[in-house]
T-cell receptor, first 116, second 115 residues
Framework: GAGVSQSPSNKVTEKGKDVELRCDPI?????LYWYRQSLGQGLEFLIY????????KSGLPSDRFSAERTGGSVSTLTIQRTQQEDSAVYLC??????????????FGDGTRLSIL | AQSVAQPEDQVNVAEGNPLTVKCTYS??????LFWYVQYPNRGLQFLLK??????LVKGSYGFEAEFNKSQTSFHLKKPSALVSDSALYFC?????????????FGKGTKLSVIP
């Protein structure tokens, strides 16, 4: 079966532009997570979707970041007015059950974002 | 607040020797602990988890980890390292007692297995 799919795999854009990153979770997975991985750092939690519940947005670093999940499946992470410090690898993960079920998270290969 | 520490940025081990990647954690309630591995330009892959029960947990690719409550540790181990084990390893924790809805990851340990 297909794993978590992220697109694009690489994105280079100019400072100030908006970018959209896409995540296709594993079919049937109710939970979806976005993380940011910067060089030499661990994973920074951004946002968590579970079913039809309101998302946990507590990790979003600024109001330039937003995410949505349509139909309980595909998710899009949008970064407006990009800054150089936004350069990082953005990882998406999904799990069969909610975070509280401790189901393993399955990760995509990430989008490597570079802001010039 | 929950936290996790991986005290070693890098671990080098000779092929065939046992390996240990260290992890310590801090939570207010019961810890739920995970190990993930990341190969270059790939996402993380789940290795194993401790939720409850036996302190020694066995996972994928011959890895195991030992939960030690008194030392608040969850070190990853393998009896005989392979060159293909070279990768970045992440420990993660969730605080069950606090009803946390986030998984906190360590900064990762780069494992290099030398032929």
């Amino acid at each position: 079966g297909a794993g978590v799919s992220q697109s694009p795999s690489n994105k280079v854009t100019e400072k100030g532009k908006d970018v959209e990153l896409r995540c296709d979770p594993i079919s049937g997975h109710t939970a979806l997570y976005w993380y940011r991985q910067s060089l030499g750092q661990g994973l920074e939690f951004l946002i968590y979707f579970q079913g039809n519940s309101a998302p946990d947005k507590s990790g979003l670093p600024s109001d330039r970041f937003s995410a949505e999940r349509t139909g309980g499946s595909v998710s899009t992470l949008t970064i407006q007015r990009t800054q150089q410090e936004d350069s990082a690898v953005y990882l998406c993960a999904s799990s069969l059950g909610p975070l509280s079920s401790n189901q393993p998270q399955h990760f995509g290969d990430g989008t490597r974002l570079s802001i010039l | 607040a929950q936290s996790v520490a991986q005290p070693e940025d890098q671990v080098n081990v000779a092929e065939g020797n046992p390996l240990t990647v260290k992890c310590t954690y801090s939570v207010s309630g019961n810890p739920y602990l995970f190990w993930y591995v990341q190969y270059p330009n790939r996402g993380l892959q789940f290795l194993l988890k401790y939720i409850t029960g036996d302190n020694l947990v066995k996972g994928s690719y011959g890895f195991e980890a030992e939960f030690n409550k008194s030392q608040t540790s969850f070190h990853l181990k393998k009896p005989s390292a392979l060159v293909s084990d070279s990768a970045l390893y992440f420990c993660a924790v969730r605080d069950g007692g606090a009803g946390s809805y986030q998984l906190t990851f360590g900064k990762g340990t780069k494992l290099s297995v030398i032929p």
